[in-house]
């Protein structure tokens, strides 16, 4: 069986952001200290990373589910949870991330490069970050976002300069072995090479790569074969070298035949047309392959493609043909525009832009879709009142109430926030009471404001005074 994989379903989790704390601090002659509930700490991210040593794709191909740790909760005492790790997952070079719908999200090319496939969920705000002058000591703190959750596809495109292509058997692991220190697996039936082989090739002061690419075969840009596998592995490469068997022992296969059935394949793959070809003429060193290769060679070079006669066995031809390798492979390095710094573009959002929007979804049905909507939602927690009482202010401070009423939105109608599949539904009161003011104005405490040790004694006699009148006037019978 073989180890290399270059096609992985890869499902990612970040970390979940930690849950902010709401807590008062607390010491003696100091019972209500105000609030002092730290932060939850952030998840951590899912990274890829490309890896000089990592060459397959196979950890993934057997572990596609990754996860990265959660941000721990906040703490009283200002203690901001502890950050979530990041998950760091190493790939080869030449990975290409795409999404489930088929759309490139980053190639990733050059050791170091990384790109951060799951976005790590932010902690909750603890009440001490949420006080304010007029809200001195909330009851609640934000919950933390969950981590971004990513279905990708990875898909690995060798890095080399120069691909060999033909047919199988034709003799492409034996010349990459013999222009290289590669060992690939050499046998005399097709589809031997299951894999990508590279060989590191020195021409004089020319250094390059080849690929040797499995065979192709008719069809093979339609799935036929193993050639639709491997055919993403020649994209990358400068030079193409068609590798023509002249000692094929099938009868109806020729050179010239061989050579338009892979020129069709590489058309109906697409984006290949303007890379230079060579043609070799292997396995020369048999007679009736030198007289094959005589006849089909003025053919192959009046087409204006450069045909060289080799023999992996007895090496002939191959000093050639690695140095007009190596010319065409300087030629193409040198054409490569220059790569310029990175531009930074700010896009500053329209002053009109509100950040959500208002969708009517029949008569007495609203959704509200936006990212601060959606993310406080996400972030409030339900069972506390005052939290909800919060939620309240802030999406009126947003505009989405008068959104609302602008598009037609009557008392008592249904309004989801968020898409269809993770929405808060709830029942519309424009003029809604808070949780929060059920602590007297919305946003503040009376516990921060507490009375004197003298004031407070006057003020429980006093209560007490009127408990006792009240209830010698409940029990006074005036008929006896």
Known sequence: MTTFVDRVELHVVAGNGGHGCASVHREKFKPLGGPDGGDGGRGGDVILV?????TTLLEYHHRPHRKATNGKPGAGGNRTGALGKDLVLPVPDGTVVLDADGRVLADLVGPGTAFVAGQGGRGGLGNAALASPRRKAPGFA?????????????ELKTIADVALVGYPSAGKSSLISVLSAAKPKIADYPFTTLV?????VTAGDAVYTVADVPGLIPGAS????????????VERCEVLVHVLDCATLESERDPLSDFAVIEEELAQYGGLDDRPRLVVLNKTDIPEGQD???????????????????SAVSRKGLRELSFALGALVAEARAAKPVEEATRVVIRP???????????????????????????????????NEEAVGYLADRLNRLGVEEELVRAGAREGDGVAIGPEDNAVVFDWEPTVSAGAEMLGRRGED????????AARRRRDREA?????????????????
């Open 50 to 54: 490309v890896d000089p040593e990592v």
């Open 142 to 154: 934000l919950l933390g976002e969950p981590g971004e959750s990513r279905d990708l596809v990875l």
């Open 464 to 480: 007490e005074r009127k408990d006792s009148a009240q209830r010698e006037f409940e029990e006074f019978d005036p008929f006896e």
């Open 222 to 233: 339609e799935g036929r074969g193993l050639g639709l596998e491997f055919l993403r592995h």
């Open 446 to 453: 009376h516990r921060m404001n507490p009375l004197r040790p």
């Open 292 to 310: 094959l290769a005589d006849i089909v060679r003025p053919d192959l070079e009046a087409r204006g493609l450069r045909v060289f006669e080799v």
């Open 349 to 383: 959002k329209a002053v009109d832009d509100a950040g959500f929007t208002v969708t009517a979804e029949g008569e007495d049905f609203f959704r509200v879709r936006g990212e601060k909507p959606e993310r406080w939602v996400v972030q409030t927690d339900f069972a």
């Open 196 to 200: 990508p082989n590279l060989g590191v």
